[in-house]
Nanobody, 122 residues
Framework: VQLQASGGGLVQAGGSLRLSCAAS????????MGWFRQAPGKEREFVAA????????YYADSVKGRFTISREHAKNTLYLQMNSLKPEDTAVYYC????????????????WGQGTQVTVSS
């Protein structure tokens, strides 16, 4: 599975960005998908996950109510709509995919994209 993330950039606090992740190499609907992020000097952390069908989602408390994860099967693409951005959201964002059957709370993924930088200025 190949994952290509895009859509990062520089935005002011309170602004919005939408990240995209194009997937290829495996039937998209067979993959559990997620977003993670890593800020400078910090460990990578979970942001959001979506089930294979797209019917179930799960979020980190820090982004709940501000971020929305979704997927579009016709385009083999995963999205992360980020609203009300804060400086503490600044990080490299990674999309991830997993072909195994697991709960959304499971943070183990076997495929990773290259990351896209999101910078939120105060």
């Amino acid at each position: 599975v190949q994952l290509q993330a895009s859509g990062g950039g520089l935005v002011q606090a309170g602004g919005s960005l939408r990240l995209s992740c194009a997937a290829s190499g495996r039937t998209f609907s067979s993959l559990r998908m997620g977003w993670f992020r890593q800020a400078p000097g910090k460990e990578r952390e979970f942001v959001a996950a979506v089930s294979r069908s797209g019917g179930s989602t799960y979020y980190a408390d820090s982004v709940k109510g501000r971020f929305t994860i979704s997927r579009e099967h016709a385009k083999n693409t995963l999205y992360l709509q980020m609203n009300s951005l804060k400086p503490e959201d600044t990080a490299v964002y990674y999309c991830a995919a997993d072909s195994r059957v697991a709960a959304l709370i499971n943070n183990e993924y076997n495929y990773w994209g290259q990351g896209t930088q999101v910078t939120v200025s105060s």
